[in-house]
């Protein structure tokens, strides 16, 4: 439905694999949402798909995010279109693949689930959310932290965050006031990585009138940020930015696209502070625009792990690379 709407599947520290995808709820294009299973066993057997939102919920669920919040228990956040369709009367305005809506505003939710797949708690997080720029997740010394792109007065698109403490969630603060205006949504989310207190965000933006990659860090769990440090500016910036942390350094990477069909997976990886950075370029490939897909990268064992998407001969594959 949304190219940028992709599943996942999350480990957790028990050994029990989790996986989401999407799946039609009712009559209208637009009426889909979240499904979770979860195997004991490194993925031999799942249990059924179970609903994330209530049965019957009308409108679109998507664009989660995971992380463990306690032995066994699952945390999940996700964009949420209840209120958009009880607007519209039960019906649903929507948004197309470009992510331009109506008038109503998608929400951030969030809940827990546990061993046996049963929801234990579920919260509102934020009831003015862009539609469809994906969410991020990790772990700090004091809570989970959720990032997400806002929709403010104005239609003002900037990156938000919330902390659970494991009782209760902040109300959502802004990482920095960028100010872009944008009366859709850029699909074109940020992304987090935590080490004790220290939570590092990046994202895009065009507030300053060109395509830029932002990264800010704070000190104290996601309280404050110092103020934000340009990754890349120009033209040729895609964004769709994947961010990890490994002994005291931040790894950023993103994409580029080239005039002659062609695009860059650059990767950079910068001291602890954001003050210095070395980069190199991970891959050259043949792709135009999305077809690229959202790059997805982790760090273990001093290297970079990334993957990507090429389209060769018209067809997509999948690539990897480990960056050391």
């Known amino acids: 439905m949304n190219w940028a709407d992709t599943p996942h599947v999350y480990a957790l520290g028990d050994g029990s694999l989790w996986a989401h995808w999407l799946r039609n709820t009712g009559p209208s294009r637009m009426d889909y949402g979240i499904v979770l299973a979860r ?19 009308r409108g679109d669920h998507g664009f989660v995010s995971f992380w463990e919040q306690g032995q066994g228990q699952l945390g999940i956040a996700w964009l949420d279109s209840r209120q958009k ?14 992510g331009h809506h109506g008038g109503a505003a998608m ?5 827990v689930h546990g061993a046996d797949g049963a929801q234990l708690r579920e919260w509102p997080l934020d009831a003015s959310t862009c539609d469809c720029c994906p969410t ?36 959502p603060r802004p990482v920095h006031a960028d100010g872009w205006h944008f009366a859709g949504c850029p699909v074109n989310g940020p992304a987090v990585a935590a080490q004790g207190p220290r939570v590092w965000v990046a994202w895009y933006t065009e507030a300053g009138g060109w395509p830029e990659l932002r990264a800010a860090v704070s000190q104290d769990g996601g309280d404050s ?9 120009g033209p040729q910036l895609l964004g769709r930015v994947a961010v990890a942390a490994a002994d005291d350094q931040l790894y950023a990477a993103w994409l580029e696209e080239l005039p002659e069909g062609l695009q860059l997976l650059r990767l950079m990886r910068y001291t602890a502070d954001l003050r210095r950075g070395e980069m190199q370029v991970v ?18 064992d001093g290297a970079a792990w990334l993957v990507w998407t090429e389209v060769v001969d018209g067809t997509p594959a999948l690539r990897g690379a480990v960056a050391r």
């Open 107 to 111: 929400m951030l939710r969030a809940a």
């Open 225 to 233: 940020f110092a103020a934000p440090v340009t990754l890349v500016r």
């Open 136 to 171: 991020a997740a990790a772990r700090s010394g004091k809570g989970v932290v959720v990032v997400y792109r806002g929709r403010g007065a104005g239609e003002i698109r900037d990156i938000r965050i919330v902390r659970f403490d494991g009782q209760a969630w902040t109300p």
């Open 39 to 57: 195997s004991g066993d490194d993925g031999r057997s799942w249990t059924p798909a179970a609903a994330v939102h209530p049965g019957g919920s």
């Open 85 to 98: 369709a009880a607007a519209a009367g039960g019906g649903h305005d929507g948004h197309d693949g470009d």
């Open 283 to 300: 891959a050259t490939f043949p792709a135009r625009g999305r077809a690229s897909g959202m790059p997805r990268m982790q760090v273990a």
